[in-house]
Structures are given as structure tokens and as C-alpha cells.
């Protein structure tokens, strides 16, 4: 499948599927794991690639995380790469060590070892909720992902509840609950908004949709979180 121009995308997902299972074909086709962007709909609807995810290899440097991101299928054009702060890992299920304050920081680079900004995991402000994140990105202001459900939000519908915590809240702000698409118990999407200046840039479910809302954030940041993981 052709690849198209990741510098313009305002949607996408990360995994291998390039076209979904449908009642006319029993089983999807797959393709390598890459950057995808949903085109057309129903037996038309295809995952188009626009960046690859593929093991770091030079010109990246020794540093680099494991996975990195490129602009070809063959992993030749390297479009950019992380650097975990103080050896912090964080990629597919390894969490690596804290920083002294909690954090983990994730450095972007890309293809010529240019920074693109920074990307930052930041700890819970208490047991009820996950992490959230930040997103710095030279010229323009911090970036901030947080649960959809935060707040006074989650505290209105909490107390509503009366001791039955509403299932929708428990999942947006835990992430935990049923995901129906995956049928996983235990590793239910929760969506966050990525405010700027009090603007929405991004929202991301998981990795599995992503939606640019701003045309000025650099795509390649996006995608870096992506192949971090909203974990």
C-alpha cells in the first residue's frame, strides 16, 4: 500500500491493519507496523501508512529508544527518534525507572538529530486517577493531556453516584473497564484532550485514534507519543 505524506495528517492510528475484517472479507489484511490514517468507510476503508515503526538503527544514535519511526517501509529514511531521559525506557510494557520527581522525559529527534521538543509522563495527583502527559514543542506553548474526565467533573459524577461509581467515569478516568473493539477487561481507551493555551490540539483515544486539531503541531510529535503508549 502506497505510503502517504506524514507532514498533513489529521488522523490516525498505530498497528499492522491496512484493510479491516468486513462480512465480505473474513480477516484483515496486514501490513507492517506503522503510522496509519484511515481512508474511506465500509468494504472501501483502508489504513494507509505514513510512517513506519521499526528497531533503531544508525544514522539514530546508541542512544535511542528501542523503536523508532521512519519514512519508509525498509526502515533506510529515518523520520525521527526518542532519547529516554536518564535511561528511562517506558516503551511496550517496560516502565524503566522514575526520575527524582516522578517524571519520565522523552526526547524527540529527528532523522539529522535536530530536536523536535520534548514529550513528558507526568505522575497522578492521587490514587483515582492515571498519569497524564506534556508535550513541549519550541515556539508555541506547553501542551497538556489530560483525562477528559477531570476535576470537578469526575467529583460532580462521583458524588451523584453515591457510592456507585458510574461506569463511564471509571473508565475515563482509571482506564480501566471493557474494551468491546479488542475484547480486553482490562485495558479499556480512555481519552485525553491535549490542551494548549486553552485550545485543543489533539485528543487521543489510546493509540488506537488519534485527532490532530491544530495544524501547527508538529505531526511527529504526535506520533512519538503513539509508539510510547498512553500506559
Known sequence: MPTVEWAGVWQFTLGTVERPATKYRPRAVRGPRAIRVPRGAGRSQVFAPCAYVAPSAPPAPSSAMELCLYEDADAQRLLCYLVAEDGQDGQDGQDGQDGQDGERRFHVSDGQGKPIGTIRRIPPSGKLFKHTWRISQPGHPEIAGRNQWSGHHVKR?????????????????????????????????????????????????????????????????????AVLGDR
Not at 169 to 177: F, K, Q, R, S, Y
Not at 180 to 195: D, F, H, I
Not at 201 to 217: A, F, G, N, R
Open 157 to 225: 459524577l462521583a458524588k451523584r453516584a453515591v457510592g456507585n461509581i458510574v461506569p463511564e467515569v471509571l473508565n475515563a478516568v482509571t482506564g480501566m473497564g471493557v474494551d468491546e473493539t479488542y475484547g480486553n477487561a482490562s485495558a479499556k481507551s480512555r481519552t485525553l484532550e491535549w490542551v494548549s493555551d486553552g485550545d485543543v490540539v489533539m485528543v487521543s483515544e489510546s493509540v488506537k485514534l488519534i485527532t490532530i486539531k491544530k495544524d501547527w503541531l508538529d505531526r511527529r510529535l504526535a506520533f512519538a507519543f
